[in-house]
């Protein structure tokens, strides 16, 4: 297979493992099933098709893959939690609201690679059991949604899709299904009731586990864009040698996307594990703003819990026991677990000196109060009161009993709600303020009590002004 060539200005940094987003900002290549199949295309569902579906199955559960959503649970065990004894329809659904703020990898497959993501599906659904799959895109991803469904007819000509798959006894449908931008929509069983027609309220596991009990209470596999694409190169060079991509337990490649503060934010594909947060921040994205030095960082979209630069991590145990600082965290699944955080869905948010933490927190907080589904009370009623608090300190109004009324509020939403975004929208409130007391004491000091502190709202007087 030739080496690709990319646009000029878009090329891969050479630290970078392209095999998702292989076909992303390539040079002469299109979204259409031509120039797919012309690259090799399809090839790989017709090698699972010669295959048994367990014998598929077997191979992700070899290859070690950890889900590309946020959680990171091994993709080949959810399949294997499928009843053995299931007599009802089968359901795949490709989950692909991508929603976490400072998360944009997957919408890229969507556009440049549609096929890509087909054709994982396709693997995927044989190796389940399914006949029908779904693909939940968010509403803002409308030219997305258009290119999907022209791919979906591409493929279906092709006899890629619908009945006796390539002459065989495989039959399968892909469904376009358009939500209405809900970010509880990324929580699988929040997903399914949209799905279903219903308010997207999340569902209590258990007994609701999605793969005894999904959509219309059949067994339902759900799984993100970029995991389905994995399936297919899984399949292609087989489970053994894609678990030496990586490192143990953190295998194959991940989709960073990195924002903020960095000279070259944008995405980058590397080897889980392979790269370090301080080679991700100052050697592929070029380092900070000029005369700024590094204040936080925020590994996996705007839930995860932020890292303070200049703290000490402890890694790993007995004999293999480190300490490292910030700039030596691995960027893998476990590492970021054992500092405090997580890798989430990939969003690295990145934050100089220059930043107030707490007008990033209150924009947090923000968003969190809009999209809280309202199931649960503490969840509904703590993160508007979290946004209520930190609104109040922005603006001049703290009061020193604000920093500990606010930690009081996160601390009785986390480990309280049915879904985890509890945790979601409790956990940037517990760790800003945890890492960063300074940044919310000077919010609600009686000195500064009726002045404007928020560095945002000056910028926006100045520009006014002028």
Not at 217 to 245: F, R
């Amino acid at each position: 297979m030739a080496v690709p060539k990319y646009i000029k200005g878009k090329e891969p940094h050479k630290s970078e493992y392209r095999m998702i987003f292989r076909n992303v900002d390539r040079r002469g290549w299109d979204a259409s099933i031509k120039s797919y199949i012309a690259d090799g295309g399809y090839k790989d569902l017709k090698k699972a098709l010669k295959m048994k579906s367990q014998e598929v199955t077997d191979e992700v559960k070899t290859s070690g893959l950890r889900g590309r959503g946020g959680a990171g649970f091994p993709t080949g065990v959810k399949w294997g939690f499928i009843p053995p004894d299931n007599k009802k329809p089968v359901y795949l659904i490709c989950n692909s609201d991508e929603s976490e703020p400072g998360t944009f990898k997957d919408r890229y497959i969507v556009h440049q690679d549609p096929h890509q993501l087909i054709e994982g599906m396709l693997i995927s659904c044989y190796a389940v059991g399914a006949k029908v799959a779904y693909i939940y895109i968010r509403e803002e991803f409308s030219e997305g949604a258009k290119i999907l469904e022209n791919a979906i007819e591409e493929a279906r000509k092709k006899n890629f899709l619908g009945k006796k798959i390539l002459g065989g006894k495989f039959n399968c449908e892909i469904f376009i299904h358009r939500g209405a931008g809900a970010y509880i929509c990324g929580e699988e069983t929040g997903l399914i009731e949209s799905l279903e027609g219903k308010r997207p309220y999340p569902r209590i596991k258990p007994p609701y586990f999605p793969a005894a009990l999904g959509l219309y209470m059949c067994p339902t596999i759900v799984n993100n864009v970029e995991s389905l694409c994995h399936v297919k190169h899984i399949i292609a060079m087989g489970g053994q040698k894609y678990a030496k991509i990586g490192t143990p337990r953190n295998t194959g490649t991940r989709i960073l996307c990195v924002s903020g503060d960095v000279v070259r934010p944008g995405y980058f594909e590397v080897e889980v594990g392979k790269i370090t947060m301080g080679e991700l921040i100052n050697d592929v994205c070029g380092g900070l703003r000029k005369g700024r030095k590094l204040k936080g960082v925020i590994p996996g979209g705007s839930s995860a819990k932020v890292l303070r630069a200049g703290e000490k991590y402890t890694i790993g145990t007995g004999e293999s026991e480190r300490t490292i600082g910030i700039n030596d965290i691995p960027m893998d699944f476990d590492t970021l677990a054992a500092c405090g955080s997580m890798a989430g869905s990939g969003g690295v948010i990145v934050m100089d000196d220059s930043r107030d933490m707490a007008w990033i927190l209150n924009n947090i907080n923000t968003f969190y109060a809009h999209e809280s589904c309202g199931q649960c009370t503490p969840c509904r009623e703590g993160s508007l009161w979290m946004k209520k608090i930190t609104d109040r300190m922005v603006s001049g109004a703290g009061v020193p009993s604000d920093l500990k009324t606010l930690t009081s509020v996160g601390d009785n939403i986390a480990g309280r709600t049915i879904c985890a975004f509890g945790e979601a929208c409790a956990w940037p409130t517990q760790s800003f303020v945890a890492k960063f007391p300074e940044d919310f004491k000077k919010h609600t000091s009686r000195r500064n009590a009726g002045k404007e502190l928020n560095p945002e709202s000056k910028a926006a007087a100045a520009g006014l002004k002028r």
